[in-house]
């Protein structure tokens, strides 16, 4: 019988996982390395996930969640089928960014950060995406999205939900 973490298939991820750890075995210095690749394997970084790399890497398990949660790419939560990643940065917060942030949290009923329950979308702010002229910007699953209004972020959205 397999054991499901958050719907993940544990028996089918642990091996990739302890294919990862014996490779950076016990070296400390390749957390940040093997927390990218472990995300990889399994989507996001659930608990047990961090307990194994910590005990891998012969690392406290404060350690892993220190480094997960200062970096913004790690994610302690399933992300959703469409990911958007919403430019908070200056030229983006200027140009109208945060009534975006209020119309997607509406309409997509969530809360940024989170995942909606069918697990179609997920939102997060960033700090720059690096397209400042396009700003106010967004990406959905890496894809550029610029020159945004509230209703035209949701407009994309939707486009891109029906293709």
């Known amino acids: 019988m397999s054991v499901m973490i958050e719907n993940l298939n544990w028996e089918e991820i ?4 302890d294919a990862l750890l014996e490779e950076y075995h016990g070296d400390k ?3 940040i390395e093997v927390l990218h690749k472990a995300q ?3 989507g ?9 790399i910590a005990d891998g890497l012969n690392v406290s398990l404060s350690d892993v969640c220190s480094v997960i949660s200062f970096y ?14 919403l430019c908070l940065g200056t030229a983006c917060y200027v140009k109208g960014a945060p009534d975006i942030v209020d119309r997607l949290e509406k309409e997509l009923k969530l809360k940024s950060g989170d995942t909606t329950d069918d697990g179609l979308f997920s939102l997060e702010m960033v ?8 700003g106010p910007v967004m990406t959905i699953n890496g894809e550029v999205y610029g020159l945004l209004s509230p209703d ?6 939707k486009e891109i939900t029906k293709a």
């Open 29 to 31: 210095s390749a957390l």
């Open 40 to 42: 990889e394997i399994v």
């Open 14 to 17: 642990n091996p990739q996982l």
């Open 152 to 157: 035209k972020a949701v407009t994309t959205l």
């Open 127 to 134: 700090r720059c995406l690096g397209a400042c002229g396009l």
């Open 44 to 52: 996001y970084l659930p608990e047990p996930v961090q307990e194994k």
């Open 72 to 85: 913004s790419h790690f994610s302690t939560k399933p992300k959703g089928k469409y990911h958007i990643a």
